[in-house]
């Protein structure tokens, strides 16, 4: 992998900025060079947010993503925003359960998963945004699907929160694409 840019986005309390962390985590973990750039509005919860992260064999000079080869998009605004943004032969991860059914761009690879629809359902309200991890997983060279169900772990009881329920989300992402 020479440079992988991502930018992450939702509403804030989607868990945006902890999915570009947890994504920066295991790169870092794997010995690769991040960074990780938030941006979010006056309110955290309910307001836009968005993070870019960087992930390189090299040292990164710049946060800023001017063409992204993953977008991760939470919400309709957010695809309205960086769908634009995603370089051609790119990936557009779409949480399909906030965003309505749409014609996407032609030079992209999209995967849409309802994940918000997933999460309720396991019990893990919260969960969507590890549901979304799976595709990521399952769909891209990122990360190999076990070794990122194993950060995200990592990322969570390193932080005493440790939730069973987000290893069931992660696995359903995952499946979702069989």
């Known amino acids: 992998m020479a440079k992988t840019e991502i930018i992450c986005a939702g509403f804030g309390g989607q868990g945006v900025l902890v999915t570009g962390l947890i994504?920066?985590?295991?790169?870092?973990?794997?010995?690769?060079?991040?960074?990780?750039?938030?941006?979010?509005?006056v309110e955290m919860r309910g307001g836009t947010?968005?993070?870019?992260?960087?992930?390189?064999?090299?040292e990164i000079a710049s946060p800023f993503v001017k063409e992204a080869d993953i977008v991760?998009?939470?919400?309709?605004?957010?695809?309205?925003?960086?769908?634009?943004?995603?370089?051609a032969g790119g990936t557009l991860i779409v949480n399909s359960s906030t965003v309505k059914p749409?014609?996407?761009?032609?030079?992209?690879?999209?995967?849409e998963v309802p994940a918000t629809d997933i999460?309720?359902?396991?019990?893990?309200?919260?969960?969507?945004?590890?549901?979304?991890?799976?595709?990521?997983?399952?769909?891209?060279?990122?990360?190999?699907?076990a070794y990122l169900k194993q950060s995200i772990d990592s990322f969570f009881e390193k932080r005493g929160r440790d939730n069973p329920k987000n290893a069931l989300c992660f696995d359903e992402g995952v499946k979702y694409f069989d």
Request: positive net charge; glycine residues 4%; hydrophobic residues 40%.
């Open 119 to 145: 999460a309720n359902k396991l019990g893990n309200p919260r969960g969507a945004n590890v549901v979304v991890l799976g595709a990521l997983a399952r769909n891209t060279d990122l990360f190999e699907p």
């Open 49 to 58: 947010a968005n993070c870019n992260v960087k992930i390189s064999d090299e």
């Open 72 to 87: 991760i998009a939470l919400n309709e605004a957010s695809v309205m925003k960086f769908e634009p943004r995603v370089k």
């Open 23 to 41: 994504i920066a985590n295991a790169a870092m973990e794997s010995d690769k060079e991040i960074l990780w750039y938030p941006s979010y509005g």
């Open 102 to 111: 749409r014609k996407y761009r032609d030079n992209i690879k999209v995967y």
